[in-house]
Nanobody
Framework: QVSLVESGGGSVQAGGSLRLSCAASGGYNRNNHCMAWFRQAQGKKREGVAAVYGSSHTTYYTEAVKGRFTVSRHNANDTLDLQMTSLIPEDTAMYFC???????????????????????WGQGTQVTVSS
């Protein structure tokens, strides 16, 4: 049973930084070529924020976080990190780690991540940014 566990959430003021980490275990297969971060703000749909996919660790970012967030994947210890800087109140959400075999197709076709491409999900970690 694949397990994804997020850590690093918290409360910060606007302009601050946070680093989220996702640890994969329990039969995690590195052939889950795509690992990603999604977020869901209260009353809104879950949206894909950033992803690392493919053997070359290609990265994807949603437009709203480009230039502020950096996603990185570390195969040595099966972790996925999200460094978030210049945080704004609109970044307030529950952040989820997800893993799946193929997210490139949706990125190429629709320009975004889609939830159905991800079979495994973490429980989430809350990020709150105050103004």
């Amino acid at each position: 049973q694949v397990s994804l566990v997020e850590s690093g959430g918290g409360s910060v003021q606007a302009g601050g930084s946070l680093r989220l980490s996702c640890a994969a275990s329990g039969g995690y297969n590195r052939n889950n070529h795509c690992m990603a971060w999604f977020r869901q703000a209260q009353g809104k749909k879950r949206e894909g924020v950033a992803a690392v996919y493919g053997s070359s660790h290609t990265t994807y970012y949603t437009e709203a976080v480009k230039g502020r967030f950096t996603v990185s994947r570390h195969n040595a210890n099966d972790t996925l990190d999200l460094q978030m800087t210049s945080l704004i109140p609109e970044d307030t959400a529950m952040y989820f780690c997800a893993a799946g075999p193929n997210c490139a197709r949706a990125i190429q076709a629709f320009g975004r991540l889609v939830e159905v491409d991800f079979a495994h999900w973490g429980q989430g970690t809350q990020v709150t940014v105050s103004s």
